[in-house]
T-cell receptor
C-alpha cells in the first residue's frame, strides 16, 4: 500500500492564482481531512469528509474548497491564493471518525508571493 | 470552541533524562487522546494513544496518563535518546468529532 499520497510536494503561486492540491489514499478509509501547519504552530483543520459525497468545514475553511467524488481522492482547491495561505498542507485519512489513527500524507509546501 | 492547550512549547533535556509534556482539554465528552511525533520536514506519525476508559498506557519508553477529572493528559518519555528529538503534538477528538491538535512541543535531547 502507498498509504496517503499528496502532489505536488512544493508549489509557488502568485497572489490571486488558483490551484488544486491532490490527495489520495489506498486504505479504503472513509474519513479524510486537510490540515495546514504554519511555522511553529500546530495542525489546524481546514475541511474534512466522512465519506464520498459528504464534506464539512473545519476550523479554518475560508479560501478553500473541497469535494469527495470517490473514497480514494480528496482534492483541496485554493480559489484565489493569498500570502496568508503560505503554509505546509497535510492530508490525512482514518478508518473511523474521531477515535482512530490518522495517517498523514507527506505534505505540500505552498508559498504564495 | 474546543481548545487543546499544550505545555511546554519547547523542552530541552540531557540524554538519558525523562521528558514530560502536558495537555489540557475542555470538552468532557472527549474520549480519545493521541500523541503524534513529527521529525523535521516529515509528516506527523502516531506514537501512542489512550482512550477514556483507561488511566495509563505504556509502550516501551513512552507512556501516556489521563486524568479525566482534571481534563489533562501527559506524555512521558524515559531514558531519552537523541532520536527522540522532534515536535510532539497532543490531540483530542472533541466529543467524537475530528481531532483538535495542541500547539506542539519541540523536544531537544542533548547528547
Amino acid at each position: 500500500n502507498a498509504g496517503v499520497t499528496q502532489t505536488p510536494k512544493f508549489q509557488v503561486l502568485k497572489t490571486g492564482q488558483s490551484m488544486t492540491l491532490q490527495c489520495a489514499q489506498d486504505m479504503n478509509h472513509e474519513y479524510m481531512s486537510w490540515y495546514r501547519q504554519d511555522p511553529g504552530m500546530g495542525l489546524r483543520l481546514i475541511h474534512y469528509s466522512v465519506g464520498a459525497g459528504i464534506t464539512d468545514q473545519g476550523e479554518v475553511p475560508n479560501g478553500y474548497n473541497v469535494s469527495r467524488s470517490t473514497t480514494e481522492d480528496f482534492p483541496l482547491r485554493l480559489l484565489s491564493a493569498a500570502p496568508s495561505q503560505t503554509s505546509v498542507y497535510f492530508c490525512a485519512s482514518s478508518y473511523g471518525r474521531g477515535a482512530d489513527t490518522q495517517y498523514f500524507g507527506p505534505g505540500t509546501r505552498l508559498t504564495v508571493l | 470552541g474546543e481548545n487543546v492547550e499544550q505545555h511546554p512549547s519547547t523542552l530541552s533535556v540531557q540524554e538519558g533524562d525523562s521528558a514530560v509534556i502536558k495537555c489540557t482539554y475542555s470538552d468532557s465528552a472527549s474520549n480519545y487522546f493521541p500523541w503524534y511525533k513529527q521529525e523535521l520536514g516529515k509528516r506527523p506519525q502516531l506514537i501512542i494513544d489512550i482512550r477514556s476508559n483507561v488511566g495509563e498506557k505504556k509502550d516501551q519508553r513512552i507512556a501516556v496518563t489521563l486524568n479525566k477529572t482534571a481534563k489533562h493528559f501527559s506524555l512521558h518519555i524515559t531514558e531519552t535518546q537523541p532520536e527522540d528529538s522532534a515536535v510532539y503534538f497532543c490531540a483530542d477528538n472533541n466529543a467524537g468529532n475530528m481531532l483538535t491538535f495542541g500547539g506542539g512541543t519541540r523536544l531537544m535531547v542533548k547528547p
